[in-house]
């Protein structure tokens, strides 16, 4: 959620940003097909531990970490996916901040296993933390990849194979519901670069021949928590702000894409397919370090936890991918529940 800006307001301050100069890109916008290599990788059962919305470095984000860690030493996990807001209140601004050593390295590290990494609005501040319009704080969790092997984020968008069981396909989801306008005019909703995205995962994503098709992106497309569905975010006054180019990104896949994995509302939630995205799953992870309030909404799910901290893990092997949910109680335990079982024929 956006911190440090007020509603009351709102609409006077956007108008300001949005007749304000700002740095722009030029040329021909492109989003070249980046991919992810993760050697070593289990090609016939895959386990993976999905979080979001960790970066706190409160005391949540430790109980939840030492969870994950209890959880892979008996159960078994070989990847780990982090869906955003891997910072707060605001993400780092170079490679020499503590942050990266606070809040990922030292706490995920004794994991041993790599993490595909996403970012989310908290990652891309600008004035405020949470405000999703700097694209450069992503940019920095980029080089990061560079230096941590760990933190796999080769771009800001690009696919992570693994054989022909699994592919993933990273977004970035957080200039296409920025609650202040972007300083890069051409990543704004509708612009040049929403549409080169959406046209490159609609191509990588229907192009695949993985078994398991599965979309990460920090922003939800259905959630019954405070901040909504796609396109009607936060009933918020601007449209650039409800996520309506969030909704299209994700639909453009609808029907290839197996699960769609997001965090941002602070929950835990799975979905069967929908009406408006017949075919595919999804799910919300974004529990990790952050806890919010019950639900808002009433869409059917096939699970849903609100108030507790934890995160999913998936188990994929050819013919069939099963989601369970972990909640972490106040006295630790540690409690798991089946959400949802994909079956492929």
Known sequence: ??????????????????????????????????????????QERLRVLVMGDQGTGTEVQRRVA??????????????????GDNFYPAGPKDLNSPLFRERFADVYGPLGFP??????????????????????????????SRVNPQWVMPARTYRAPVGTLAEFFGVDTAPLAAYLPGLRPAERPGGAWDQAQRAW??????GSGARWRLVLGHHPLFSNGKHGNAGAYDRF????????????????????ADLLLSGHVHALEVFAPQPECSGTWTAV???AGEVGGGPAGSRAAAFAAFGQPGFLRLDLTPAELVVTAYTVAADDTVTAREAARLKKG
């Open 66 to 83: 030492a969870a994950m860690r209890e959880v892979c030493a008996q159960e078994g996990c070989d990847l780990g996916v982090a869906l």
């Open 1 to 42: 959620m956006l911190s440090g800006l007020r509603r009351v307001g709102m609409g006077a301050a956007v108008a300001v940003l949005l007749g304000a100069c700002a740095p722009s890109m030029t040329g021909p916008v492109t989003v070249p097909d980046v991919r992810a290599a993760l050697p070593g990788l289990p």
């Open 285 to 287: 992870s974004g529990a």
């Open 115 to 144: 993490f595909l990494v996403v970012p989310g609005n908290h990652d891309e501040s600008w004035l405020v933390g949470g405000d999703g319009a700097d694209a450069r704080g992503a940019d920095v969790q980029v080089a990061y």
């Open 237 to 256: 006054p601007f449209e650039f702000q409800k996520g309506g180019a969030v909704r299209d990104l994700y639909g453009s896949v609808c029907g290839a």
């Open 201 to 206: 995962l609609s191509g990588a994503v229907r």
